[in-house]
C-alpha cells in the first residue's frame, strides 16, 4: 500500500480488525519513511460494475461517490456515519445480487431513494427533489403526497 503523505511503496500494518458489520477489514497503517498513520478498508468486490448514465455515458461504478450522495442529503441531521455505511453496504449488494455488470443510474438513485427514507425522512424530501428535478412548491406537495404512503410502507418493512 502507497503512503497517502510521502508516496513510499513501503508501509506496514499495525493493526487489522473486521468492520463492526464484517463487511470489511479496517488496516492501521504505518510509513517507516515519514512515520504517518492511516486506515485503510479492504472489501470483497465480486465484479466491476458499470453506471449507465441517463445520457448513456457509462462510468464505473464508485462506492465513495454513492456515500457522498447520501451524505449531502443527510447534513445537520441525526444519522451516524456507521448507518450511512450499513445502508451502502445493502445497495451495493442488491445491486451485485442481480448479477448485472451494468445498471443504470435511475435504479441506484431508487435504491438511495428506499435507504433514505428509512434512515431520515427529511434526507428523503431532499434527495427526492434534486433526484426528480422538483421546480416548483407543487412538485413537492405532489410528492409528499405519494410519499407518504410509501414512507409508511418503507418504515413498516424496516421493523
Request: proline letters at 5%.
Amino acid at each position: 500500500m502507497r503512503c497517502p503523505f510521502c508516496d513510499s511503496d513501503e508501509t506496514q500494518v499495525k493493526d487489522s480488525r473486521p468492520t463492526e458489520d464484517n463487511s470489511a477489514i479496517r488496516r492501521r497503517r504505518a510509513c517507516p519513511g515519514c512515520g504517518a498513520r492511516f486506515t485503510t478498508f479492504e472489501r470483497v468486490q465480486l465484479r466491476d460494475m458499470v453506471v449507465i448514465k441517463v445520457d448513456d455515458r457509462r462510468q464505473p461504478f464508485d462506492r465513495d461517490k454513492l456515500i457522498k450522495s447520501m451524505q449531502i442529503p443527510l447534513r445537520k441531521r441525526p444519522v451516524e456515519l456507521e448507518q450511512v455505511e450499513k445502508a451502502v453496504n445493502s445497495i451495493v449488494r442488491q445491486l451485485e445480487s442481480m448479477g448485472d455488470q451494468e445498471v443504470p443510474s435511475k435504479q441506484i438513485g431508487e435504491l438511495v431513494m428506499k435507504a433514505l427514507a428509512r434512515l431520515d425522512s427529511v434526507a428523503y424530501i431532499r434527495y427526492a427533489s434534486v433526484y426528480k428535478d422538483f421546480r416548483k412548491p407543487e412538485d413537492f406537495h405532489a410528492f409528499l403526497e405519494e410519499a407518504t404512503g410509501f414512507h409508511n410502507e418503507i418504515r413498516k418493512a424496516a421493523e
